[in-house]
């Protein structure tokens, strides 16, 4: 029989007050994006000064990974220096190379005698298929950049860093939108911070979870309303009978981070971001398909003392995964031919 429901939980579901502050809200976490310049793409990048217990749920059947076997619970290391989210595809995972650079220079990592081996890990979405040349990505060189800027003031939002060529709604037989970055964070009265960071790059659309709503996601071919998947896939439109599935796999994901002051082991940890995948699910229709390499990282820094409450933390970590990925397409801008939800007066 699992642990009785606390009541500081039931107040928190009925009651969340999610902020805007983000993922900077957790004490001991530095936030970088470098956007580049010459096309829709970038990488975002979270650094743990200090080290900060990780752990990750990957469920989309595409996902494209930097080191995470360390993250599982029945291996030795515990701590994570950096989260690295990052646009290129495959190419994109090169970022981790130039974050561990800056984190060298810095002697931030793991101790092995004398010697400092950063711990590194990360992951990437698909956003070559944009206008532009498709070799320019992100790399080594954007990582450093990002790692040396990041700061514990309030994260950009919208088209930046990793979100810059993130788009969602591409299912096919409709027009995309524009997808992005986006963050939020909660405060409970105990000093309790749980936050979500989002490059939201996924196949499907985005639905409020309040209201049921079409947030962004797959237009008409006229770019006048949703074709709404949830109708779609249920073939209860019939205006679009013609309508055909096409998801390119490896195409698409959404990757984030949900972090958290809380003092947590590896496998608490990863329970947190396996509970995090809940807010992804709520608020993207369809999630972790055959075309999403959907992957939640986790962090817990340790800085709050008292008990912790994985149960807790994981719902509230669901939350504001859920307000982060809202926020990551209502802030993102629009690109030639793929509008944003501001460009819809929404």
């Given amino acids: 029989m699992g642990a009785p429901i606390s009541h500081e939980l039931l107040i928190a579901q009925e009651n969340p007050s999610i902020d805007p502050w983000g993922l900077t809200a957790v004490s001991g976490l530095e936030l970088g994006h ?5 096309r829709a793409t970038g ?26 076997a360390l993250l599982d619970p029945v291996n030795s290391v515990e701590q994570v220096n950096a989260v690295v989210l990052s646009g290129g595809s495959a190419f994109g995972l090169d970022v981790g190379s130039g974050v561990m650079r800056y984190l060298d220079e810095e002697d931030i990592g793991y101790r092995v ?41 309030p994260p950009e939002e919208g088209s930046v860093g990793a979100g810059a060529g993130a788009t969602v709604g591409k299912m096919g037989g409709g027009r995309p939108m524009k997808g992005g970055f ?22 499907g659309d985005i639905i409020d979870p309040a209201t049921g709503e079409v947030v962004a996601g797959m237009l008409n071919p006229d ?7 949830r109708k779609v896939l249920r073939g209860e439109d019939d205006s679009n009978q013609d309508f055909e599935l096409g998801i390119e796999s490896g195409a698409n994901t959404t990757i984030g981070l949900v972090a958290t002051n809380a003092r947590l082991t ?43 409450n994985v149960t807790l933390i994981g719902a509230l970590a669901a939350d504001v995964m859920a307000e982060a990925i809202l926020r990551a397409v209502r802030l993102a801008e629009g690109l030639p031919g793929i509008p944003s939800v501001s460009d819809l007066g929404r």
């Fill in 113 to 153: 005698g004398q010697k400092v081996v950063p711990i590194v890990v990360g992951a990437i979405l698909y956003d070559l298929g944009l206008e532009g040349d498709r070799k320019i990505r992100p790399g080594p060189e954007c990582g450093y950049i990002a790692a040396e800027t990041a700061s514990i003031t």
């Fill in 182 to 203: 986006g963050t939020a964070s909660i405060t409970l009265d105990n000093g309790l911070v749980v936050a979500a960071g989002v490059a939201v790059n996924a196949v």
């Fill in 266 to 308: 590896k496998a608490q940890t990863t329970k947190i971001a396996q509970m995090a995948q809940d807010g992804l699910a709520r608020t993207i229709y369809p999630a972790h398909t055959m075309g999403d390499g959907d992957t939640v990282f986790a962090l817990a820094t340790g800085t709050l003392e008292g008990q912790e």
């Fill in 43 to 68: 990488c975002t990048v979270i650094i743990a000064r200090d080290g900060a217990t990780g752990g990750v749920d990957v469920r989309g059947s595409a996902p494209g990974t930097r080191e995470l």
């Fill in 223 to 229: 770019g006048e309303g949703f074709l709404d998947a």
């Fill in 34 to 38: 470098y956007t580049l310049s010459e």
